[in-house]
């Protein structure tokens, strides 16, 4: 009978040396890319359905109708609407004379020198801001649901971590009540597994509780349970990964593009507004019938007409202080942001070039734990430890295990981090085993 108990427990503590030790790196790579027949949802469907709910769709129509009203607005050739003037007098309600005057005539705001070049300049950039504010949000939204898929792949790596965890020592807790109705171990030792077992279970209970909420925000934001099972095929160019400046960045990266294209908009918007000077000249043409009594013939003449508006600057002065705070909050703005997009990719650059190394040390360290666990397990088979003493080496192996699995999920989620930095989008075409 003794032996029996001996090779039972070795038999255990291999079981669960196996079972609980780290996934070889591609099983890992699987799990993490999501290569499942369930999920079958790729990036451009999951985009799509997020863009939908958001209603995203509706900025593009406001910027390119606001585009296109720029556009019209700098090919007509006036400053603004002409006016109808109409004049209309005469004596007979007071004098009966037969004094009158009849007159029609037409007002033309004309263009001041360079208004013309200034508005085109201003319905361009509309164009290209309309262009990467659609990019810039596309790439914002991605970065949001990059962050919700990787949450979901964290929780479900915990669920995974915490049921293994609560089968293993459900199993011995079964076993050990076995030995304990055969007289073959304490009952002490049986309440010690039990109390163990029953904070697993509790943990798993609150990881599947966490999994769930994630798995719910996910859904919240696109519609789908099914995470992307390309999630970013894009590889990052050999020439971002080398870039040194930071102001290179600024058309590569569509947040920055779009910053830079709103600082470009709000200087042309300034100048668009001072070549409008202290207000446009109008061209009058008129058409004027009068007589000065009964006797007199109607008189017919043409007038021409010109009007100057002078010193309207210092009424303008406010309007256009304005406009230029605005330029200069843009460009501070573009400035800010630049540099911290910049930080980040460095840091981003660090902590994936360290962790190759740092995932070898855990998993090293997992294995390890993993291997003195099964030896503490047969000593405690040969009455060498108490239980009290083996669960100690359980929760460090559990511990370890859990690490290394939070860490390759990190070292995966820090990868697409940097892509999101340098504005990569997905590929179209997905290719297999790759993460975002």
Known sequence: MRMLFVLIGLLSASAFAQSAAPPPAHTASAAQNGDSAAQNSDWATILAAAAERQQ?????????????????????????????????????PLSNQGAGERQFGLRLPLRRPGQTEAWTRLAEQTALDARSRQHAAELALLGQLRS??????????????????????????????RQVALGEAAAIDAQLLEARALDAEAALAAEHASAKAAHARWQAATGQAALPVDLGQTAIPAALSQLNDANALI???????????????????????????????????????????????????????????????VYRAPQLAELNQQKSAAQVSLIQATQALWGD???????TAAWPARLH????????????????????????????????????????????????????????????????????????????
Do not use: C, F
């Open 56 to 92: 995203l769709g509706l900025r593009p129509q406001a910027d390119a109708e606001r585009s296109a009203a720029e556009r019209r607005r700098a090919d007509g050739w006036l400053a603004g609407a002409p006016t109808l003037d109409g004049l209309y007098r005469d004596d007979r």
């Open 148 to 177: 919700l898929a990787w949450d979901v792949r964290l929780a479900d790596a915990r669920v995974q971590a915490a049921q293994s965890r609560h089968r293993q020592l459900t199993q011995l807790l079964t076993a050990m009540r």
């Open 251 to 313: 058309r590569q990266q569509p947040l920055l593009a779009h910053l830079a294209d709103q600082a470009q908009l709000a200087g042309a918007a300034l100048n668009a507004s001072r070549a409008e000077g202290a207000g446009a000249p109008e061209l009058g043409v008129a058409v004027k019938r009068d007589r000065s009594d009964r006797q007199t013939p109607w008189d017919n003449s043409l007038q021409l007409s010109l009007s100057l508006p002078l010193g309207g600057e």
């Open 345 to 351: 990719i460095l840091d981003l650059r660090t902590r």
């Open 361 to 436: 040390l855990l998993d090293q360290r997992a294995a390890l734990s993993d291997t003195v666990l099964a030896k503490q397990q047969q000593a405690r088979n040969l009455g060498e430890i108490d239980w009290a003493a083996w669960l100690i080496y359980e929760r460090e192996a559990a511990d370890a295990r859990l690490q290394a699995q939070e860490a390759h999920q990190q070292a995966a989620r820090d990868a697409s981090l940097l892509k999101q930095a340098y504005g990569l989008m997905p590929t179209a075409q997905p290719a297999p085993g790759a993460h975002p």
